[in-house]
């Protein structure tokens, strides 16, 4: 069974940082495009970033660009979230995802930008 | 960015019922969009991809239809567990966008 489990999230401060992980088993992770989608509190769903199975090719959402940077180790089956300078509007709950045809997703890790 | 407007943004029905839900794009994106099912405190799951290939597993109640700008998700009889939130996605370009979302509640 395909497993994608994120961690580190938690609470901070507006304006401070928080990296975010996504470790990967049971399939064959550098093959892979990936994503992160986010849903705020009784929110609906929101993408927030895509990265190439090579991590050559890279998107964002308009709301988190310049602050929010995507990467990947495919070598440590791991998809890798920093997120800067945070906002009250940031906080949810954050997916990594494969999205397309395979449907692959984690169960979220909460994200709570408050002070 | 394309804009998925998905309707009704929630529905009350029956068990038996047969469900109906749409979604439209703001520009043509051919064949490309998915739904998902999501359950409270649960990742969204795969439905459909391709806009009417049904996933590996998924029950054959449901199906998706349409291409260019106007999609379908149809459950042809409601099951108890089908009681959900259901969003169409579209693939065809960055970034990436969801339909608002349809909340399917028990009358």
């Known amino acids: 069974e395909v497993q994608l489990v994120e961690s580190g999230g938690g609470l901070v401060q507006p304006g401070g940082s928080l990296r975010l992980s996504c470790v990967a088993s049971?399939?064959?992770?550098?093959?892979?495009?990936m994503n992160w989608v986010r849903q705020a509190p009784g929110k609906g769903l929101e993408w927030v970033s895509y990265?190439?199975?090579?991590?050559?090719?890279?998107y964002y959402a308009d709301s988190v660009k310049g602050r929010f940077t995507i990467s990947r180790d495919n070598a440590e089956n791991s998809l890798y979230l920093q997120m800067n300078s945070l906002r009250a509007e940031d906080t949810a709950v954050y997916h990594c995802?494969?999205?397309?045809?395979?449907?692959?997703w984690g169960r979220g890790t909460l994200v709570t930008v408050s002070s | 960015a394309i804009q998925m407007t998905q309707s009704p943004s929630s529905l009350s029905a029956s068990v038996g019922d047969r469900v109906t839900i749409t979604c439209r794009a703001s520009q043509g994106i051919g064949n490309d969009l998915g739904w998902y099912q999501q359950k409270p405190g649960k990742a969204p799951k795969l439905l459909i991809h391709a806009a009417s290939s049904l996933q590996s597993g998924v029950p054959s109640r449901f199906s998706g239809s349409g291409s260019g700008t106007d999609f379908t998700l149809t459950i042809s009889s409601l099951q108890p567990e089908d009681f959900a939130t259901y969003y169409c996605l579209q693939g065809y370009n960055y970034p990436r966008t969801f339909g608002q979302g349809t909340k399917v509640e028990i009358k």
């Open positions: 049971t399939f064959t992770f550098s093959s892979y495009e």
């Open positions: 995802a494969t999205l397309g045809y395979t449907g692959y």
């Open positions: 990265i190439s199975s090579s991590g050559r090719t890279i």
